[in-house]
């Protein structure tokens, strides 16, 4: 009996942390490996981003480059951020959960920006966390551009 009592805590356990490592991988706050999505260094690693939240609302800052020099200035971005260093920029701003949840992508936040520090231009901004893949899209109308960010263990 003894044994059989034990076997249940064991199990009950095992179930808490496995629950609570499957929620950690949908948190959208952490550190994400951004991947270049065109010119001549698509498909490389490009940069390390940190999220993270204040008061419920997240932004994203980079934190590392990695097809560039890490003093990089961002000479294409418009006021206060011209010629400021990119790595230390927060470039996305003002995201929040949607509620909604898409079947293939995952849970949606939106209602934020993201900056393009290779071009300076600032666009509206969806993203979705599904396990350790983000998928961000920047859009401006019907005109849209879509990314897949990792997450760094």
């Known amino acids: 009996m003894k044994r059989f009592v034990w ?16 929620e950690a991988d949908d948190t959208i706050t952490g550190r994400w ?13 490009k940069s390390y981003v940190d999220i993270f939240e204040e008061n419920g609302v997240y932004f994203a800052k980079v934190t590392k480059l990695l097809l560039k020099p890490q003093d990089t200035l961002c ?19 003002d995201m929040k959960k949607s509620g909604s949840i898409d079947e293939k992508l995952g849970e949606q936040y939106a209602g934020g920006t993201v900056m393009d520090p290779d071009n300076g231009k600032t666009y509206n ?14 859009y401006i109308g019907f005109f849209y551009r879509t990314q897949q960010w990792f997450r760094i263990k």
């Not at 270049?36 to 498909?43: A, L, Q, W």
């Not at 206060?80 to 260093?85: C, G, H, I, T």
């Not at 969806?126 to 920047?138: E, P, S």
């Open 125 to 138: 901004c969806k993203l979705w966390i599904k396990g350790d893949v983000l998928t961000l899209r920047g």
């Open 33 to 45: 490996k951004t991947v270049s999505d065109e010119g001549t260094d698509k498909g490389h690693d």
């Open 75 to 93: 000479d294409k971005c418009n006021g206060e951020l011209k010629n400021k260093p990119v790595v230390g920029m927060i470039f996305l701003k």
């Open 7 to 22: 076997g249940i805590v064991i199990f009950a356990c095992a179930v808490l942390v496995y629950s609570v490592s499957v």
